[in-house]
């Protein structure tokens, strides 16, 4: 399986200038790079989709949005579609990261309808779980884990599973450069592969991609990724440098 190197720029990249300056980077770190086993995506803040989609997505690149909501259109103020996403060359969204949960209420259940809308639509849906300090702190690790998991993927049959990505993003890791030890990555991963083969059978469960994120920097990728064996990485602040970001991707195409 070839694995998945993502970039969530979050809010950031505030003026055109600054969006021109990425993209300039980007086009020179990309010369004569190839990448075979890496599959890497890139999820701009919403209003530039269009700009990433025509400039960035090439064979290399894929694009995808931070968030995405459970209707295809409507009276939705602010909203935006998979319809949306799919019409200006988007492929991918993020559904249920940390920061959307915490600040805006994100649940499970929102979770579930986006991703089965997702999936209505034939797009890939990256969905993230993981606990908080306090969670771990208290011995919830994997029960949170398990009912993020189950109550995000409640309908979804095995063929709509092959349209996820599993991000295991422990919210303490996110933003502040700690990160788990690799036993404890794998442990989470070990969890997640345990619930979808219960679920779904082994066949199923074994295809489905793990990434994981939080705070991840091409020095630390043994660590958080090649020595759990995780299928790939979602990166935050390292992939608003497009050479950091490359450097990560390089890494994993092995
Ligand atoms: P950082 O890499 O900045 O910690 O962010 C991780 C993240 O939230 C990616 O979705």
Redesign the pocket.
Known sequence: MSKYV?G?L?MNLSSLAELERYFKTLKNELKGKNFKNAEIIICPPAVYLQNFTQKVKNKKIKIGLQNIFWERNGSFTGEISPIMLKNLGGEYA?IG???RRGYFGETNEMVNLKIKLMIKERLMSIF?FGETMEERGAGLTSGIISSQIQEGLKDITPSGLEKIIF?Y?PVW?????VIPTSNGIMEVKILVRKILTEKYGMKYAQKVAILY?????AKTLNQVCLDPGMDGV??????LNPVEFLKIAKSLDV
């Open positions: 993502i969530n979050k993020i990261h940390s920061e993230c991000a993003e890791a996110v933003g502040t450069d994120g939080g705070s991840v920097k979602l990166v935050g602040r390292e992939s």
